[in-house]
């Protein structure tokens, strides 16, 4: 027992998360969390950052998020999901954690750096936005996590979460705050249907795990392939062909799809074939997914309990922490003895 760490992770809730998350993190949830003790966040305050006049949208995506990570087989018995903006301790860490930061610094963070940049925000950057990694950095130590599973554009934060925890340990003479490690997921980052560049809802080039059967099938169908595969008896590129990726991600049986890669290659081989064995492979994975979905969605009010208390499980361990931070800041005025 002494190996169990712990595990903070979480994602913003913008929309349902789909393949992607599925593939690169959300599976490998499922794993962690009979292993060691893992926290997800469902980090509402920092969809906020660039949300700020659509509170809706967030409102509604966090039981849409809630259903897909219980539905994949997240189970609360286990893992505590939680709302991040229902742990106040987390917003006051973060005021405090500013401090440490620069804000030249933030305008370094390469993630930030890019996200500005597609938002087109030009001179008008909203300060909550400049500085979420802050706020990421109170998530991530307010649970003294040791593994922070994400994907590669997340490192950015650990690396500023790190240099926060070594700040803040310094200047206030103690070891209150555990430095994090990122754990990288070992399956690469899926391409959209349309093979352009990831998975992405504003592209509109995700299979969602809440699309139907119908709909995951059209997708599948329409996929973009290799252009230059014309007839089936022309040689096929199996790189860059977001259908072989998905394969890749899902396909089970890895010399069935090898054999499958050296017959497109070769030539002789149609699209249609190849999309047919990924939607079988897909509609294995992914149906009892989508039925457990729909059974959860019918009782959203116990999605909303199962949210409740785990918040109220993260706001002890995250106040216990929060103490201990007032207190290496001597801000534990009352607190005569
Ligand atoms: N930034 C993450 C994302 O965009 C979400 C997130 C918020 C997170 N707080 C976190 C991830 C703490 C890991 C740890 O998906």
Known sequence: MSTQKIILTGDRPTGPLH???????????????????????IADAQALTD???NPEKICRNILEVALDYLAVGINPAVTTIFVQSLVPELAELTMYYLNLVTVSRLQRNPTVKDEIRQRGFGASIP????????SQAADITAFKADLVPVGEDQLPMIEQTIEIVRSFNRIYNCSVLVEPEALLSSVPRLPG????GKMSKSLGNVISLSDSADMMCQKVK?????PKH????????????PVFAYLDAFDPDKKGLEAIKDHYRRGGLGD??????????????????????EQFAQDPACVMRILKEGTEAARVVASRTLDEVRKAMRLDYFAYE
Request: net charge negative; aromatic share 6%; hydrophobic share 35%.
């Open 19 to 41: 393949l992607g998350h599925y593939a690169g993190s959300l599976r490998q949830r499922v794993e962690l969390q009979h292993q060691h003790k893992q926290f997800i966040i």
């Open 51 to 53: 949300n700020a006049d």
């Open 127 to 134: 300060a909550g936005f400049l500085a979420y990694p802050v």
């Open 193 to 196: 249907t349309d093979g352009k």
């Open 222 to 226: 329409t996929m973009y392939t290799d």
């Open 230 to 241: 014309l007839h089936v008896e022309d040689p096929g590129t199996v790189e860059g062909n």
């Open 272 to 293: 249609v074939v190849v999309k047919r064995r990924l939607l079988e492979v897909l509609s294995e994975e992914i149906d009892p997914i989508r039925a457990k979905r």
